[in-house]
């Protein structure tokens, strides 16, 4: 059964750093895309960049370039989410997503279950 | 970047009535590579359908997806309790960002 995993709940405050995990089971992990999906409290959603972890090959949204550093360590199947210095403009839950295929151009089709960050003074 | 635009903003029906959900390109979607997925109250999205009319793995057949030109359609053909949801559409065919339409909530009128 695939999964995605993702690490538990964060509390920051602005001008820390943070790294989200997203494990991937139930499949080989370097042979698919993985994509983090942000999604402020009440709205919807953001694609804010992939990586495929056999090469870590990154693609990056130009809202989240230079914001946010994709990585992946694939010798333990898990891709992460990072900051260098947090606002509080990135409260929001963060999701890590699986491409249907090794093709990045393809859709999500299994889902983490989200990660709430939040950023407060 | 391809920007898609969701109408209605909230669709309000009863059980057993039709939905029809709308998303809008402002170009051309490559390989007509538009999902849809749906997503209830604290949990993650789901896929519904791919490639604008194929539906995912264990979707009923209520849901259908089409295509014609850069107007990409969701129906619904009779309305389940559990389909009470936020609709979000996805274009996956152009460079990044793989865009999200702004969604579609559809509730219990």
């Known amino acids: 059964e695939v999964q995605l995993v993702q690490s538990g709940a964060e509390v920051k405050k602005p001008g820390e750093s943070l790294k989200i995990s997203c494990k991937g089971s139930g499949y080989t992990f370097t042979n698919y895309w993985i994509g983090w999906v942000r999604q402020m409290p009440g709205k919807g959603l953001e694609w804010m960049g992939i990586?495929?972890?056999?090469?870590?090959?990154?693609r990056y949204s130009p809202s989240f370039q230079g914001q946010v550093t994709i990585s992946a360590d694939r010798s333990i199947n898990t891709a992460y989410l990072q900051w260098s210095s947090l606002k509080a403009s990135d409260t929001a839950m963060y999701y890590c997503a699986r491409h249907v295929s090794g093709y990045d151009r393809s859709p999500f089709d299994f889902w983490g279950q989200g990660t709430l960050v939040t950023v407060s003074s | 970047e391809i920007v898609l635009t969701q109408s209605p903003g909230t669709l309000s029906l009863s059980p057993g009535e039709r939905a029809t959900l709308s998303c809008r390109a402002s170009q051309s979607v490559s390989n007509k590579y538009l999902a849809w997925y749906q997503q209830k109250p604290g949990q993650s999205p789901r896929l519904l359908i791919f490639g604008a009319s194929t539906r995912a793995t264990g979707i009923p057949d209520r849901f259908s997806g089409s295509e014609s030109g850069t107007d990409f359609t969701l129906t619904i053909s009779r309305v389940e309790p559990e389909d009470f949801a936020v609709y979000y559409c996805?274009?996956?065919?152009?460079?990044?960002?793989?865009?999200f339409g702004q969604g579609t909530k559809v509730e219990i009128k």
């Open positions: 990586i495929y972890p056999g090469d870590s090959d990154t």
């Open positions: 996805q274009q996956y065919g152009s460079s990044p960002p793989r865009t």
